[in-house]
């Protein structure tokens, strides 16, 4: 099994919709979490941090689920700039301990 | 502006010969990391550096080394004997090698062998 490993995708979302991505880890003794965002041919950049309790950054909701070992991403009214690929990632403890997801794709249709 | 950049952004080369490709950040972070990224997967650690004159081997350092002369540098020398190097390389930075760091990254730059 993959450490981390999300929904394979692509997700063709209309403008306005929700859509939600999960993703699940098999490292328990993971400790911090993140969703980043990557442009095609682009760098990823933090889109947010994932916290125990849940947060929420505008139309984005980020949950942990510690129990069953996966992340969620929730996007809201979905915009046509949202069209990216999504990538989980997972730390255990350090920096080079950073293990990326393969990534989902979404594509919001106007 | 504060960030990382990496030169150059397409780099084709022969096979057979080494390549280096530069990566320097201004965000006086202290560790730098290279992943490399293949089509429909994800990043995978070649090298990682958390202080000057100190690296450490990533997941798949073979056929690759690094130095860390300056803080701001960490150039990546991709060499004859990494056997698939075409592939888009990644450098990135964070304040230390705490986990909750977030990694800044760079342009990127691709490489192809022909």
């Known amino acids: 099994r993959k450490e981390v490993e999300q929904d394979p995708g692509p997700f063709n979302v209309p403008e306005g919709a929700t859509v939600a991505f999960n993703c699940t880890y098999s490292n328990s003794a993971s400790q911090s979490f993140f969703w980043y965002r990557q442009d095609c041919r682009k760098e990823p950049k933090l889109l947010m941090s994932?916290?125990?309790s849940g947060n929420e950054d505008g139309r984005f909701t980020a949950q942990l689920n510690r129990a069953s070992q996966y992340i969620s991403l929730l996007i809201r009214d979905s915009k046509l700039s949202d069209s990216a690929t999504y990538l989980c990632?997972?730390?255990?403890?350090?920096?080079?301990?950073?293990?990326f997801g393969p990534g989902t794709r979404l594509s919001v249709l106007p | 502006d504060g960030g990382i950049t990496q030169s150059p952004k397409y780099l084709f080369r022969k096979e057979g010969q080494n390549v280096t490709l530069s990566c320097e950040q201004n965000?006086?972070?202290?560790?730098m990391y290279w992943y490399r990224q293949d089509p429909g997967q994800g990043l995978r650690l070649i090298y990682y550096?958390?202080?000057?004159?100190?690296?450490q081997k990533g997941d798949i350092a073979e056929g690759y080394s690094v130095s860390r002369e300056k803080k701001e540098s960490f150039p990546l020398t991709v060499t004859s004997a990494q056997k698939n190097p075409t592939a888009f390389y990644l450098c990135a930075s964070s304040i230390d090698l705490a986990g909750y760091n977030e990694q800044f990254f760079g342009p990127g730059t691709r490489l192809t062998v022909l």
């Open positions: 994932v916290y125990s």
């Open positions: 965000l006086n972070h202290d560790a």
């Open positions: 550096s958390q202080i000057v004159n100190d690296f």
């Open positions: 990632v997972v730390n255990k403890n350090y920096g080079q301990n950073f293990v």
